[in-house]
């Protein structure tokens, strides 16, 4: 499976589309998925900007929409058209991308389980795996904080400055369900692991970033929860951005000793300290005199008639090799840099390798099932269980994803991402009289009540927003409502362009807070 890997997108997907398309023409290959490592930002409208991190002179839609020029009969003028968003336009690659530090928080809380951002692209949520033809590609979205990583999710909206950072923060009850997962082939992360740099050409690196020194050489550059993620997880391949730079190595990983028991000094050996046959009071505790053992002297003896024999040595088997992750992390998507690479990776042989597909990971469902206890919305984050207790209510859980969603033991079939989570455009796009600077209500997403309902667990996404501030389900739109507000579209006249904004407008608003926002409009 040929899978091209972005580092930060920042909203340029028609970029990357195109340089995918030119290296296919160029190569005579054909992508099948893209990978992108944060940073997508996933703005629907003028007010998800509200909800993310950047000066304002970042604050732009970028290609999830496309700006559209129209000719109107108020004048010539220009107007945001939501483009991959609506469906308009369809990502041409079966796209997989994480969260980073610069996103609209509030459209990726909404999927905090994962699920479709738009049609073909799909989100892995705060922290996920997921299996495309059969491929395991797991990830965790955000940057490490060492403030906010033992905290609940207690951002909500509207976010006041602290908030709108730390929702990006990631979390320990994240990076603790992450490493309960076997092995995956592939993982994703926006920040680098800590002392990864070490790993690689170091050298190289701060002579091109020579501001990378002091965090290089004190410690600071990247996340410890990620590193520790790759030293328990061992995946074949790990994927980062964030640091606008193309940097490689490979992170060999110690070779256990199979069947080699360490000794310890100190260690007190049991045997060492009982009295085999003494009294159980412990008192006038008296050796047993061995019996001697009368001796024949016509016994013949074998050992007297065997001959010295010199055994052979046994061919030594080499051991096994160790494992090995292969680290890159790509630049931004700009001209003249390396924000983009293609890389081979073996699929197994009953997959399509024409038809990429995209399923849970049963092992994964049964973490998300274990640890939903402990998901917080507060400050506050319960304490969570020891590492062999965890894992075995994995394991109990387990056995009820596959009675449950697998259809039984033995069950060889897949659950596809596309039978329980179907796109939604849950917010409208952008409109022509929306309130800018205004943060939007809160958008249940029924990706998510589906992703919930799937595993029998209780949606604390949609039921940790505040109703005062929540548009209902009924509200969104659904792809066919949002194929015929495009349909209009071919109509030059103003008033059906004043129509399709008002369409969406109504359609979305509802509850007292769309009343509250159409008074405004």
Not at 84 to 108: Q, R
Not at 201 to 214: I, W, Y
Not at 363 to 372: D, H, K, P, S, Y
Not at 488 to 500: K, V
Request: glycine content about 8%.
């Amino acid at each position: 499976m040929k899978v091209a890997v972005e580092g930060c997108c920042h909203g340029e997907l028609d970029s990357i589309y195109n340089e995918i398309a030119r290296l296919e023409q160029q190569n005579k290959y054909k992508v099948d998925l893209l990978l992108i490592c944060g940073d997508f930002q996933a703005v629907r409208n003028h007010q998800d900007l509200q909800c993310m991190a950047v000066p304002d002179k970042y604050k732009k839609l970028g290609e999830f929409h496309k700006w559209v020029s129209l000719f109107v009969l108020r004048g010539r003028g220009r107007m945001k058209i939501p483009r991959y968003y609506t469906g308009d336009k369809t990502a041409p690659v079966l796209t997989v991308f994480i969260g980073g530090n610069h996103e609209a928080s509030n459209y990726l809380w909404e999927l905090y389980h994962g699920g479709w951002a738009a049609p073909n692209i799909y989100y892995l949520g705060h922290a996920g795996c997921v299996q495309v033809n059969g491929v395991r590609i797991a990830g965790a979205s955000g940057i490490f904080k060492g403030h906010d990583f033992r905290q609940g999710h207690h951002e909500h909206l509207p976010y006041d400055k602290g908030s709108l950072r730390s929702a990006y923060h990631i979390r320990e009850f994240n990076v603790r369900r992450l490493s309960l997962l076997s092995s995956p082939t592939v993982f994703l992360s926006h920040d680098w692991p800590a002392s990864i740099t070490r790993h690689g050409n170091q050298a190289e690196l701060l002579r091109r970033k020579p501001f990378f020194k002091d965090d290089v050489f004190s410690g600071k550059l990247g996340s410890p929860p990620m590193m520790g993620l790759l030293r328990t997880l061992k995946p074949a391949w790990w994927f980062s951005a964030h640091l606008h730079c193309r940097f490689e190595a490979s992170v060999v990983h110690e070779r256990q000793e199979g069947g080699v028991k360490v000794v310890n000094p100190d260690e007190i050996v049991i045997d060492e300290d009982e009295d085999m046959g003494g009294t159980v009071g412990g008192e006038g505790v008296k050796e047993e005199k061995e019996q001697k053992v009368p001796v024949n002297p016509d016994e013949i003896t074998l050992s007297d008639e065997e001959e010295d024999v010199v055994v052979p040595p046994r061919p030594a088997t080499p051991p096994p090799a160790p494992k090995v992750t292969k680290f890159l992390a790509l630049d931004k998507c700009l001209p003249r840099r390396q924000y983009l690479e293609i890389i081979d990776i073996p699929t197994p042989d009953l997959f399509n390798p024409s038809r990429p597909t995209i399923a849970f990971d049963p092992e994964w469902l049964a973490i998300t099932r274990a640890f939903q206890p402990y998901l917080s919305l507060s400050s506050s984050q319960p304490a969570f269980p020891d590492e062999p207790t965890a894992r075995q209510r994995v394991a109990e859980e387990m056995a009820w994803v596959r009675e449950n969603v697998y259809g039984g033991e033995g069950s060889e079939k897949e659950k596809r991402v596309g039978e329980v989570q179907k796109f939604v455009m849950s917010a409208p796009g952008p409109t022509k009289g929306e309130d800018r600077r205004r943060m939007p209500p809160f958008y249940p997403n029924p990706q998510t009540a589906a992703f919930c309902n799937l595993l029998d667990i209780e949606n604390k996404i949609d039921a940790g927003a505040s109703p005062a501030r929540t548009v209902p389900v009924q509200a969104q739109m659904n792809a066919e409502e949002a194929a015929a507000l495009r349909a209009q579209l071919t109509c030059p006249m103003a008033s059906a362009l004043d129509a399709i904004e008002a369409a969406g407008v109504e359609q979305q608003l509802t509850g007292s807070a769309g009343v509250e926002q159409q008074q405004r409009l």
